[in-house]
Every structure is written in C-alpha cells, then in structure tokens.
DNA sequence: CGACGTGTAAC
DNA sequence: CCTTTTACACGTCG
C-alpha cells in the first residue's frame, strides 16, 4: 500500500504575517524577536525573513547579536503569538479539506496523507499547487511543499526549494535523494548525534545506512540505532495522524536571577491564566503537575507531582509552590534565572469528578 | 508497571 | 550572550 505525503511549510511565517499586517515595512529586513525584558535586547529570535537572513540573522538568534548584524533599515519586532495562532488555524481549517488526515507539526507546519485523495504523485502535485493557491489568495502568504512516500522524505524535500517551492521525492527517487545527504541535514538528526556519529567517521547518509548496527547499538541503544539507520535509508512508517496535546506549559525569565520563592512564586502565578484559558478551551483534565527550573548556569531541571484528575489549575498552582519549595530547599545558594510549570497526563472530554458525583 | 527526572530534537 | 513550547525515549526506583 504505497502511500503519499505532503509537507507545507509557511514561509519565514512570522515576518511574513507582520509584513501584510505592517504593509510599511515590506520589502525591508523584518527580525521577529522573544524578548525576555531582562534588558532591552535580551532575547532570541524567533523568524528572520529573507531579507534578514541575507544579513546573517538567523533564527535562535540572540537579539544583541542580530543587532549588531542589522542595517539601518532592519525592522525588529516583538512576537504576537495569539495574532500568529489565529492566522494558523485559518490555515489549517483551509486545507483540512484538501487530504485525507491533516497532521499539524507545528504552528507553521503540517503532514498531509493524501494516498486516497490523490492516488497518484502527479494528482498529489496537483493537490500541492491548489493549497498553494488557497493559502495565497485567502492568506495573501506563501509556503513550501514536499511531496513523499512518508513524512520524512515529504518533509526533507519541502527544504530543497524554499520560499514558494514545491518539490516532489517519489519512492524509486528516494535512494538517490538520501545518497549524498550529510547527517546533520537529516530530520530528526540533532547537534548531539550527529557529532557522534562523526566521531565514527560516518558523514552521509549512505556512511549511515552501510555502518554496523551493532556499533551504532553500543553508542545509541538498540531503538535509536535502528530509528537512525531507518532515516539514512529514507525509510520512515509513521503515520499521518491528528494529534491533541500530551503537555501543556509556561515559562519565563524572571526579571533578575532569585532564590526568593515570592518573587518565583508570583512569577508563575502570572502564568497561571495562560495555562487555565487553554484547558477550558481544550476541554482538557491533567494528572501531573511540573515545574522546570533553569538556574544562573542554564541548567534545566524538573521536579514532578502526580495527583487526582482535575482542570482546577488552583491545584496545579498549590502543587507547584510545594514543588518549588522543596527545589530551593534542595538547591542552597543557586538562583533561579527561569522556571516555566507544566500540567501533563492530560485527559480529554471526561469531566472531572465533581462533588455531585459523591451525593 | 507507573512515577519521576534527564536528554535530545524541532520549531 | 543564552526564548518558548512540545514530544518522546530512556534509565531508575519502588
């Protein structure tokens, strides 16, 4: 049953919103940015357009950096992911009807099976052209596409022409197109591996698919190691599937480095509203409850508690100052420069137990 | 096995 | 100089 899959990514997303919405800055470089109000260029960024990047700003970016990189015309603005989110979902809504199941990887990005609606890659090209259409004329925006035999390929081929491209990788096309990829380019293949792997001498993807299991067992486990090999051969089964979220979380930079659980603790209340608007959207109950600390070094760590089912965020809040308590208490003379807190084990469209239930 | 914590990856 | 959010795999512990 051969399968196919489509990969649109929106272009340099972000700018590309704030372009149609500021039609004054079009044509100008646009640096989307996180400020995190430590100081007034603290921050990272999150989208550059093509623009920027043709100056050297990326995204990941700190802002300082990106500052010193920019020319007198370069545009640098706060992000508004709210604005971004409601844009997205337009999007997605228009092309839900275009596959069979819609995939959304990210806020910019999305798999689509279309095996039944297409049948064919040329029909799926067709269908790849038509999103293009709907998302330009509806949206005004453009976006990338790769066409696969699975969401590996679809997505590794969506990169090869971007902005506006439209890339198609059939399944006798995949061995070619893996070949002479070097690792780091292959999706799912981080900084850490892929500097393994090249302790190890293996370069390309064919490096990776003719290397001894055995070996890459010893350095990556025996899953990792065959999940490597199966990507340097193109090879992934996953399936397109509509996903609901496992998590939901917050995080912020506190205004200076602190140790003081009011201070922290007031910081995560702030929070609290964000994470309490999107459960009553979703609908949603959680089980867990997390903190995550980073401290002056950047070190990250959580801590975790488990409790009854429930969407009364007041309960994650009591659940987190205990935890953050017994963090500071543990952790003498470090500081805090972040903490974010987190609801997991979500349940979906089960209410809670209420205390009608024990009448 | 469930709970908890860390690491890796991607956006 | 250092953002934010999510997912998942894996090791450990009881």
Same mark, same amino acid.
């Given at each position: 049953?051969?399968?196919?899959?489509?990969?649109?990514?929106?272009?340099?997303?972000?700018?590309?919103?704030?372009?149609?919405?500021?039609?004054?800055?079009?044509?100008?470089?646009?640096?989307?940015?996180?400020?995190?109000?430590?100081?007034?260029? *603290?921050?990272?960024?999150?989208?550059?357009?093509?623009?920027? #990047?043709?100056?050297?700003?990326?995204?990941?970016?700190?802002?300082?950096?990106?500052?010193?990189?920019?020319?007198?015309?370069?545009?640098?603005?706060?992000?508004?992911?709210?604005?971004?989110?409601?844009?997205?979902?337009?999007?997605?809504?228009?092309?839900?009807?275009?596959?069979?199941?819609?995939?959304?990887?990210?806020?910019?990005?999305?798999?689509?099976?279309?095996?039944?609606?297409?049948?064919?890659?040329?029909?799926?090209?067709?269908?790849?052209?038509?999103?293009? !259409? =709907?998302?330009?004329?509806?949206?005004?925006?453009?976006?990338?596409?790769? =066409?696969?035999?699975?969401?590996?390929?679809?997505?590794?081929?969506?990169?090869?022409?971007?902005?506006?491209?439209?890339?198609?990788?059939?399944? #006798?096309?995949?061995?070619?197109?893996?070949?002479?990829?070097?690792?780091?380019?292959?999706?799912?293949?981080?900084?850490?591996?892929? !500097?393994?792997?090249?302790?190890?001498? =293996?370069?390309?993807?064919?490096?990776?698919?003719? *290397?001894?299991?055995?070996?890459? !067992?010893?350095?990556?486990?025996?899953?990792?190691?065959?999940?490597?090999?199966?990507?340097?051969?193109?090879?992934?089964?996953?399936?397109?599937?509509?996903?609901?979220?496992?998590?939901? *979380?917050?995080?912020?930079?506190?205004?200076?480095?602190?140790?003081?659980?009011?201070?922290?603790?007031?910081?995560?209340?702030?929070?609290?509203?964000?994470?309490?608007?999107?459960?009553?959207?979703?609908?949603?109950?959680?089980?867990?409850?997390?903190?995550?600390?980073?401290?002056?070094?950047?070190?990250?760590?959580? #801590?975790?508690?488990? =409790? *009854?089912?429930?969407?009364?965020?007041?309960?994650?809040?009591?659940?987190?100052?205990?935890?953050?308590?017994?963090?500071?208490?543990?952790?003498?003379?470090?500081?805090?420069?972040?903490?974010?807190?987190?609801?997991?084990?979500?349940?979906?469209?089960?209410?809670?137990?209420?205390?009608?239930?024990?009448?």
């Amino acid at each position: 049953m051969q399968r196919i899959i489509l990969h649109m990514d929106l272009d340099s997303f972000y700018a590309s919103i704030e372009e149609k919405r500021k039609p004054e800055i079009a044509g100008k470089p646009v640096v989307i940015c996180v400020f995190s109000g430590r100081t007034a260029d *603290s921050g990272a960024v999150a989208t550059a357009n093509y623009k920027a #990047r043709e100056l050297g700003i990326k995204s990941g970016m700190p802002i300082m950096l990106a500052r010193k990189r920019a020319n007198s015309e370069t545009v640098f603005l706060a992000y508004d992911i709210e604005f971004y989110r409601e844009v997205s979902d337009r999007i997605m809504d228009l092309i839900e009807t275009e596959c069979d199941i819609l995939e959304q990887a990210s806020i910019d990005e999305a798999y689509m099976d279309v095996s039944l609606k297409a049948g064919s890659f040329e029909n799926a090209a067709r269908i790849a052209e038509r999103i293009k !259409e =709907i998302i330009r004329e509806q949206e005004g925006l453009t976006c990338s596409i790769g =066409i696969g035999p699975n969401k590996l390929i679809a997505k590794m081929a969506g990169k090869m022409k971007k902005p506006d491209g439209l890339t198609i990788v059939r399944e #006798r096309e995949v061995a070619a197109f893996m070949e002479k990829m070097p690792i780091e380019k292959i999706h799912g293949i981080g900084k850490k591996t892929a !500097e393994l792997l090249n302790d190890l001498d =293996i370069k390309t993807a064919d490096d990776l698919a003719k *290397s001894s299991l055995l070996i890459l !067992e010893q350095r990556l486990g025996k899953n990792k190691a065959r999940l490597m090999q199966d990507k340097a051969r193109g090879i992934d089964d996953s399936p397109v599937e509509q996903r609901v979220a496992q998590q939901i *979380s917050r995080m912020k930079t506190l205004a200076e480095d602190s140790d003081d659980i009011e201070t922290i603790y007031s910081t995560m209340r702030a929070m609290s509203p964000d994470i309490r608007k999107k459960i009553q959207k979703k609908q949603a109950t959680f089980r867990t409850v997390s903190i995550i600390t980073i401290d002056s070094k950047l070190e990250t760590q959580t #801590r975790s508690e488990t =409790i *009854s089912q429930t969407d009364d965020v007041e309960l994650a809040m009591a659940a987190a100052r205990s935890l953050l308590s017994k963090w500071l208490d543990e952790n003498k003379g470090r500081k805090l420069r972040r903490v974010g807190i987190r609801v997991s084990n979500l349940e979906y469209g089960r209410k809670q137990k209420s205390l009608g239930d024990f009448l």
